[in-house]
């Protein structure tokens, strides 16, 4: 067995190991590959392997957190291993790989997550769980209808749009998230490469609510062959109260089941209760849970 830098020929395996252990996650091939060799800008952002007889067993990546106003904040991001491999001590040379980069950075606070049969191996490690993270799944055979946006609101793809529009939505949206920090520093930049530019995008499919030329509400929508992911659906502070987050979203699923998904995935944090009763009004059902858990790096 070896830990190496991830290449970005390693995206068929990876994606094929993570169907394993996230079947409810949905990332690309293409998507992966680039995410490889082009990391995201400013982070600091890299990933490790763990190899076996030259096939690819597990995965973490790691960066400092930047859209986040909190100091010296670092991600240990979706490290896993092929459960036929585990209990040999690859996830901990891989959570090694990771935590030495972040101490390159000047890290000194670490956010993982783990699923609920992770947190012993979690604790062990040094990290305590802080917030639970629902996932959940909705079958889009029949589709939703496409909803009647009322009287002032318009419902266009996300193709339509200047983007810096759709940004300063996503900035509004997003200051009051629940998360372990707050996030608020978020670069044009980050986001463009995160949302914006990403290969799973679906811009057809993705659709904001538009009131007086502005962006009030939007879901994104990121694919996968006939699968998608529900990035993100929010609301500007102004416009909540009025619906527009779950009619935003009904569209941008209605437009993706007219275009051959299947199937959507998404995830919530515990405490963002109007969005898990939007999820639970239009039909997801549960299908796993998470932790967010943190870690001093001495």
């Known amino acids: 067995m070896r830990i190496r830098e991830a290449q970005p020929d390693d995206a068929p395996g990876l994606v094929a190991l993570r169907?394993?252990?996230y079947p409810y996650l949905v990332r690309g091939i293409e998507s992966t590959r680039k995410m490889i060799a082009e990391p995201p800008p400013g982070e600091g952002?890299?990933?490790f392997v763990a190899e076996v007889d030259d096939r690819v067993v597990g995965w973490?990546?790691?960066?400092r957190i930047g859209a986040t106003s909190t100091a010296n904040f670092g991600g240990v991001n979706l490290l896993h291993v092929h459960p036929e491999h585990r209990r040999r001590g690859i996830g901990s040379e891989l959570l090694t790989a990771a935590t030495d980069h972040l101490r390159t950075l000047g890290t000194r606070r670490l956010r993982a997550v783990a699923q609920e049969d992770s947190l012993p191996f979690a604790r062990r490690h040094g990290y305590e769980p802080s917030r639970e993270l629902r996932y959940s799944a909705l079958d889009l055979n029949p589709a939703p209808a496409l909803p009647e946006p009322?009287?002032?609101v318009r419902l266009r793809p996300i193709a339509d749009l200047d983007p810096q529009l759709l940004f300063a939505a996503d900035l509004a949206s997003v200051v009051d998230e629940p998360s372990d920090v707050p996030l608020d520093t978020k670069s044009y930049e980050s986001w463009q490469y995160d949302v914006w530019d990403n290969l799973g995008l679906d811009k057809t499919a993705s659709t904001a609510a538009e009131i007086d030329g502005e962006v009030a509400a939007f879901s994104l929508v990121k694919r996968d062959g006939d699968r998608m992911w529900s990035d993100y659906t929010g609301t500007i502070p102004a416009y909540r109260g009025q619906g527009l987050a779950r009619l935003a979203k009904t569209a941008a699923l209605h437009r993706a089941a007219a275009n051959g998904v299947r199937v959507a995935y998404t995830s919530n944090d515990e405490a963002n209760a109007p969005m898990?009763?939007?999820?639970?009004?239009l039909g997801y059902r549960?299908?796993?849970?998470e932790w967010s858990c943190l870690a001093d790096l001495t």
């Open 19 to 21: 169907a394993i252990v």
């Open 45 to 47: 952002w890299t990933a």
């Open 60 to 63: 973490v990546s790691a960066e």
């Open 150 to 152: 009322p009287p002032g």
């Open 276 to 281: 898990l009763a939007i999820n639970t009004r």
């Open 286 to 289: 549960p299908v796993a849970a």
